[in-house]
């Protein structure tokens, strides 16, 4: 498709968020019938240490009006970028992925990768036209409550569990977290400033909702959670445990936890995300998670 010579394609700016989630949030909407994304889920993204604005942003826009965007993560290679239901056709989503690609080789990086819903078919063919590939599938679990609070969890052992202290914690809660996804295949390390701007450096961040799970002193579980505005649901935004305390229901325990904060919050409904590269699927299940949505990520080599 020969691109629409009217669009202009500039980088991005803070002034720019309100014209990017508009976007977001409508292309959300047209996929998957409802609208997750959030002012500072946009805000967060421009803001990541690894996020140069002027070499890792980019918003396109037709007549004075943003029609799509696109951004790098540049430490990961990961990308996310959106066109607008009612300008398609025009080839905005083929210079976004052309920019992709070109941001990454410029950031020095070998892989780019983007995740598109299941739903959004026209996204997933125009990447395969491009050489990109799927790489693994992710999860949108829920949780949907019952009258009742859940039960308190048991816990094995000299573990217990307790809130989350900002300042206090983050350090050793990252290197809990960055330990246990970096075992995943593909996954590189990020760095403490960027897990910091997706997770608890958020406004969303609620440590009341957050619990960890110590023995002794030493932090051998984390469960992070982010609370939105109004009655929507509850989010765990990661969940992980140490290596060596696998197995014993710590995981399970926070998970639980996380909930019974959410029911005494009067949230309805608590969701997560978790990849085929975890093969954590089965431990949600096994709690009463159940798929809601599933995403395809899709990468392509570079080097």
């Known amino acids: 498709m020969r691109p629409d010579e009217s669009l202009v394609l500039r980088h991005a700016s803070a002034g720019d968020v309100d014209a990017i989630l508009a976007v977001a949030s409508a292309a959300e909407l047209a996929a998957n019938g409802v609208v997750d994304v959030d ?15 002027a070499r890792h942003t980019v918003v396109v826009e037709l007549q004075g009006a943003v029609v799509g965007w696109a951004v790098l993560e540049a430490e990961r290679g990961a990308t996310y970028a959106d066109v607008h ?3 398609r056709g025009r080839g905005i989503g083929t210079r ?9 080789r410029g950031a020095g990086l070998r892989e780019v990768r983007q995740t ?11 990447l395969r036209s491009h ?49 246990a996804f970096g075992e995943w295949e593909g996954r590189d ?8 701007g997706h997770t608890v450096g958020r406004d969303t961040f609620d440590p009341r909702l957050s619990p960890i799970a110590l ?12 609370a939105y505005g109004g009655d929507g649901d509850g989010y765990v935004h990661q969940l992980a445990v ?35 590269r975890t093969g954590a699927l089965t431990m949600y299940e096994r709690v009463g998670m159940r798929v809601r949505r599933s995403y395809t990520c899709f990468g392509k080599d570079i080097a």
Not at 116 to 126: H, N
Not at 131 to 154: I, K
Not at 215 to 226: A, D
């Open 39 to 53: 002012r500072e889920d946009v805000e967060s993204e421009l803001a990541l240490p690894g996020v140069d604005l």
């Open 85 to 87: 239901p009612g300008h």
């Open 96 to 104: 976004l992925v052309e920019w992709c690609e070109e941001a990454a």
């Open 116 to 126: 598109r819903s299941d739903a959004e078919s026209d996204a997933r063919a125009l």
């Open 131 to 179: 050489g990109w590939t799927p790489r693994w599938t992710t999860w949108m679990l829920e949780y949907v409550m019952g009258d009742d609070e859940p039960s308190p969890p048991d816990l094995p052992g000299e573990v217990r569990i307790r809130e989350y202290e900002p300042g206090r914690d983050d350090r050793n809660a990252h290197r809990v977290v960055d330990d």
């Open 189 to 196: 390390e990020q760095s403490f400033d960027e897990w910091l």
């Open 215 to 226: 023995e002794g002193e030493e932090i051998v579980g984390v469960c992070i959670s982010l």
């Open 242 to 276: 140490r290596r060596s305390h696998r197995n014993r229901g710590i995981g399970r325990a926070l998970l639980i936890e996380a909930f019974r904060g959410f029911h005494r919050m009067g949230r309805r409904a608590v969701v997560l995300s978790t990849e085929s």
